[in-house]
């Protein structure tokens, strides 16, 4: 957990804890709903934390806050602070700094925050739902001056500049107060779904998608997440939810944070720079110059999809004429593989967001105005069941959405659409508890669809579960076997197996199985799963991985270790067991020295002698150790060199000094002390003194590698200082530094001794 996600937390705990105590309802959202499913808690690389509330128990939060509240802590909202330029509300911690873009020119809180999205109760009448957008879009645009939000519903600009006369001469408050008294009149009770305003934009949600709330961990804590959390996450993310995306597909959130300071001092001293009235005068008329051109702009983009849906049904229909087999032949023969590359491109186009949308507030006009390539139904058919075959069942099912609107839905496309419909209602099903209903759900569709991934995947866990439960494993192989015969890559089916063979107390084949699994597929819920089965099990590992070294099975030790690595890439005793047996198995000094450097980094430090950051990691600092005894220093002047290592501390030093200095009556290790003794005091920056204890060292060695390290440490001394005495040449009189680095090696008569010696 980074640094801002532990702050991000403990923010969110005293909320939770705030809405627990006081009966106020919310739902874990967005990418933090992701991490609650499938980390357990943060996402690595998440930096906000989302929740949903909605707007009766936010109001009654807004009312007690002033007595629940911690301090340092604060509501934000436009509904009590007009200031505040965001359409929804937040809880911050006003202690801290960090600015987002849209907070630049305001005077609201910009702290460290959690996001609470309100959800707006809304009445089934759609032309309810139509009045309540307009005047949250209008309202949207009065919030925030600068940001144009209307332009995507196309909101009139009449409508605009009725309300904005209004801001100007009757004043912001009076204005939003008319604007609330609208949107806000609608009772909980009366309506059967919700609205949540994000991004200036509303989106629509049934109630029972959200409520009665469940209970989920996150980071160990029992937080309220939707009532049907699998169809949030798929309405949200689409089917890839669930998958760990690519690093450069990694999104996190742009924000100014600045240490050791508050918000209100950063402000102060940009804000005198920036002319709000000149800003707010051209936002308005960006704003005017949007909605007014909307209406054409969708238009003009609508044409342009027309013409690259003709150019994309033309090159469909010349991939079909040269298939050697007819797309009826193909769906028959169950080739989905020939099938997704025929629909390759159509893919790319029909399910873009500019031409299908995405409720979000990029993609919101196309969504309620998508346009379908016209192809036969005997193509789309073939297209949405290949969607299905491989496992992007929410697409298929939003094509069918709307290819249903059209008005021409054969029999085939309705069945298909049924069946997806079927499959959610036994996720649900699943995810309640009602285990037996959902698996007597799936039977009809796995006689239909035998193959679609994501059918079996769901049936896999029922069959699983009667393994745990019977001990009874002949279900499970035979079930499995044919699995792995149809999907031999799939990491999902390999896990399983996995687990088949540790139940069968096949251990090592179970491992190897795990292993691979976790290379085969980047799906976040089998990670989570692996995770959690190997959390309990790594200190038996390494306490096996020990009882080998000790036992000099170097070569076990190492490929168990390596087995390990690959199960539990990210953990990191794992990866300091696995470089203690590194350092035991390696067979070259050349090798030695590359897992030295490798191991430097792993503990913070920069280079040899110096470092910037400390490091508790104890199994990482026991393997340096034993790679200094394998050069050959005694045992304890290795943990000595180590401990030096990963110090700053100036009196930690000195003590060191006095204790190795202990080892000088040895004479088989003064080359060793004389060596250490050296690089203590380099590091206090006694490097007179240092470079003495290292001419000792070169005249007492005994051991190789003591030359290869001195001969490192003087040949990059006078590498630097004949470097910097060149500059100084340059500039100025350079006897005076020359004076001072030569001092050390005594004279150029030195030099040369020393040179003929290391080299």
């Given at each position: 957990?980074t640094?801002k996600q532990e702050?991000?937390?403990?923010?969110?705990?005293?909320?939770?804890?705030?809405?627990k105590?006081?009966?106020l309802?919310?739902?874990m959202?967005?990418?933090?709903?992701?991490g609650?499913v499938?980390?357990?808690?943060?996402?690595?690389?998440?930096?906000?934390?989302?929740?949903y509330?909605?707007?009766?128990?936010?109001?009654?939060?807004?009312?007690?806050?002033?007595?629940?509240?911690?301090?340092?802590?604060?509501?934000q909202?436009?509904?009590v602070?007009?200031?505040?330029?965001?359409?929804?509300?937040?809880?911050?911690?006003t202690?801290?700094?960090?600015l987002?873009?849209?907070?630049?020119?305001?005077?609201d809180?910009?702290g460290?925050?959690?996001?609470?999205?309100?959800l707006?109760p809304?009445?089934a009448?759609?032309k309810?739902?139509e009045?309540?957008?307009?005047h949250m879009?209008?309202?949207?645009?009065?919030?925030n001056m600068?940001?144009?939000?209307?332009a995507?519903?196309?909101i009139?600009?009449?409508?605009?500049?009725?309300?904005?006369f209004s801001?100007?001469?009757?004043?912001?408050?009076?204005?939003?107060?008319?604007l609330?008294?609208?949107?806000y009149s609608?009772?909980?009770e009366?309506?059967?779904?919700?609205a949540?305003?994000?991004g200036?934009?509303?989106?629509?949600?049934?109630?029972?998608?959200?409520f009665?709330?469940?209970y989920?961990?996150?980071?160990?804590?029992?937080?309220?997440?939707?009532?049907r959390m699998?169809?949030?996450?798929?309405?949200?993310?689409?089917?890839e939810?669930?998958?760990?995306p690519?690093?450069g597909?990694?999104e996190s959130h742009?924000?100014?944070?600045?240490?050791?300071?508050?918000?209100?001092?950063?402000?102060?001293?940009?804000?005198?720079?920036?002319?709000?009235?000149?800003?707010?005068?051209?936002?308005?008329?960006?704003?005017?110059?949007?909605?007014?051109?909307?209406?054409?702009?969708h238009r003009?983009q609508?044409?342009?999809?027309?013409?690259?849906a003709?150019?994309t049904?033309?090159?469909?229909?010349a991939?079909?004429?040269?298939?050697r087999?007819?797309?009826?032949?193909?769906?028959e023969?169950?080739?989905?593989?020939?099938?997704?590359e025929i629909?390759?491109?159509?893919?790319q186009?029909?399910?873009?967001?500019?031409?299908?949308?995405?409720?979000?507030?990029?993609?919101?006009?196309?969504f309620?105005?998508?346009?379908?390539?016209?192809?036969?139904?005997?193509?789309?058919?073939?297209?949405?069941l290949?969607?299905?075959?491989?496992?992007?069942i929410?697409?298929?099912?939003?094509?069918?959405v709307?290819?249903?609107?059209?008005?021409?839905?054969?029999s085939?496309?309705?069945?298909?659409?049924?069946?997806?419909e079927?499959?959610?209602r036994?996720?649900c099903?699943?995810?309640?508890?009602r285990?037996q209903?959902?698996e007597?759900?799936?039977?009809?569709?796995m006689?239909?669809?035998?193959?679609v991934p994501?059918?079996?995947?769901?049936?896999?866990?029922?069959?699983?579960?009667?393994?745990?439960?019977?001990g009874?494993?002949?279900?499970?192989?035979?079930?499995?076997?044919s699995c792995?015969k149809?999907f031999?890559?799939d990491?999902?089916?390999?896990k399983?197996?996995?687990?088949?063979?540790w139940?069968?107390?096949?251990?090592?084949?179970a491992l190897?199985?795990?292993?691979?699994?976790?290379?085969?597929?980047?799906?976040?819920?089998?990670?989570?799963?692996?995770d959690?089965?190997?959390?309990?099990?790594?200190?038996?590992?390494?306490?096996?991985?020990?009882?080998?070294?000790?036992?000099?099975?170097?070569d076990e030790?190492?490929?168990m270790?390596?087995l390990w690595?690959?199960l539990?890439?990210?953990d990191?005793e794992?990866d300091?067991?696995?470089?203690?047996?590194?350092v035991?198995?390696?067979?070259?000094k050349l090798?030695l020295?590359?897992?030295?450097?490798?191991?430097?980094?792993?503990?913070?430090?920069?280079?040899?002698?110096?470092?910037e950051?400390?490091?508790e990691?104890?199994?990482?600092?026991?393997?340096?150790?034993?790679a200094?005894?394998?050069?050959?220093?005694?045992?304890?002047?290795?943990?000595y060199?180590?401990?030096?290592?990963c110090?700053?501390?100036?009196?930690?030093m000195?003590?060191?000094?006095?204790?190795v200095?202990?080892?000088?009556?040895h004479?088989q290790?003064?080359?060793?002390?004389?060596k250490?003794l050296?690089?203590?005091?380099?590091?206090?920056?006694?490097?007179?003194?240092?470079?003495?204890?290292?001419?000792?060292?070169?005249e007492?060695m005994q051991?190789p590698?003591?030359k290869?390290?001195l001969s490192?440490?003087?040949?990059?001394?006078?590498?630097k200082?004949?470097?910097?005495?060149a500059?100084?040449?340059?500039?100025?009189?350079?006897?005076?530094f020359?004076?001072?680095?030569?001092?050390?090696?005594g004279?150029?008569?030195?030099?040369q001794?020393l040179?003929?010696?290391?080299?």
């Open positions: 957990m640094e702050h991000l937390l403990q923010l969110f705990r005293e909320l939770d804890e705030i809405c105590k006081n009966n309802r919310y739902v959202a967005g990418g933090t709903a992701i609650v499938r980390n357990e808690g943060f996402i690595p690389w998440d930096d906000d934390v989302d929740i509330m909605p707007r009766d128990d936010w109001n009654k939060l807004v009312e007690i806050s002033g007595s629940v509240l911690p301090e340092h802590r604060a509501l909202c436009v509904d602070d007009r200031s505040y330029t965001n359409t929804f509300p937040r809880y911050v911690a202690d801290s700094c960090a987002h873009k849209h907070q630049i020119i305001g005077r809180s910009a460290e925050i959690i996001d609470v999205l309100t707006d809304i009445p009448d759609d309810e739902y009045k309540y957008r307009t879009m209008i309202y949207s645009e009065l919030v600068v940001v144009v939000y209307g995507r519903w196309e009139p600009v009449t409508a605009y500049l009725r309300w904005l801001y100007t001469f009757l004043g912001k408050d009076r204005t939003l107060k008319k609330e008294k609208i949107m609608y009772k909980e009366d309506c059967p779904r919700y949540m305003r994000w200036g934009c509303p989106f629509l949600f049934d109630k029972d998608m959200m009665p709330v469940k989920m961990s996150f980071e160990n804590t029992k937080v309220m997440v939707p009532h699998s169809d949030y996450l798929i309405w949200h993310y689409g089917d939810w669930s998958y760990i690519p690093h597909e990694r742009d924000a100014v944070t600045v240490e050791g300071i508050t918000y209100k001092e950063l402000r102060d001293d940009y804000l005198p720079g920036i002319r709000k009235g000149r800003l707010r005068r051209d936002s308005i008329w960006r704003k005017i110059y949007s909605l007014a051109g909307a209406k054409r702009n003009l609508y044409k342009r999809n027309l013409l690259l003709k150019s049904v033309m090159d469909l229909e991939r079909i004429s040269e298939s087999h007819s797309l009826k032949e193909l769906v023969k169950r080739d989905f593989s020939q099938l997704n629909f390759t491109k159509y893919y186009v029909q399910l873009s967001s500019a031409f299908i949308g995405r409720e979000d507030f990029g993609g919101i006009y196309a309620y105005h998508p346009v379908l390539l016209e192809v036969s139904d005997v193509t789309f058919y073939a297209a949405m290949t969607l299905v075959y491989t496992e992007r929410g697409k298929a099912w939003r094509m069918l709307v290819k249903e609107q059209t008005g021409t839905f054969p085939e496309l309705a069945q298909l659409k049924s069946d997806i079927l499959f959610r036994a996720v099903d699943y995810e309640f508890k285990y209903e959902a007597d759900t799936m039977v009809p569709l006689e239909r669809y035998p193959e994501g059918f079996v995947k769901f049936k896999c866990r029922f069959i699983m579960a009667r393994m745990e439960e019977s009874n494993t002949s279900e499970a192989e035979k079930f499995l076997a792995r149809l031999p890559q990491g999902y089916f390999m399983y197996q996995g687990d088949l063979f139940k069968k107390g096949l251990w090592k084949e190897s199985g795990y292993a691979r699994a976790r290379e085969c597929t980047n799906n976040g819920i089998v990670h989570l799963e692996l959690k089965f190997f959390k309990d099990k790594k200190t038996s590992a390494i306490k096996e991985c020990r009882k080998l070294l000790d036992g000099h099975q170097k030790a190492l490929s270790m390596e690595k690959k539990m890439p990210e990191e794992i300091g067991a696995l470089y203690l047996a590194k035991s198995a390696v067979r070259t090798e020295e590359e897992l030295v450097n490798e191991l430097y980094l792993k503990t913070g430090i920069s280079d040899k002698i110096e470092k950051a400390l490091s990691e104890m199994l990482y600092r026991e393997a340096l150790t034993q200094w005894q394998r050069f050959g220093y005694p045992e304890v002047l290795a943990a060199h180590t401990r030096l290592i110090t700053d501390d100036e009196s930690e000195e003590y060191l000094a006095e204790e200095r202990s080892f000088l009556f004479k290790w003064q080359g060793e002390t004389y250490l050296g690089d203590i005091r380099r590091k206090q920056g006694q490097t007179k003194e240092a470079f003495e204890n290292y001419f000792k060292a070169l007492n051991h590698y003591l290869t390290e490192r440490i003087f040949l990059e001394d006078l590498y200082g004949s470097r910097r005495a500059f100084f040449a340059k500039k100025a009189d350079a006897s005076e020359l004076s001072v680095w030569l001092d050390k090696y004279s150029q008569e030195e030099i001794k040179l003929k010696k290391i080299v």
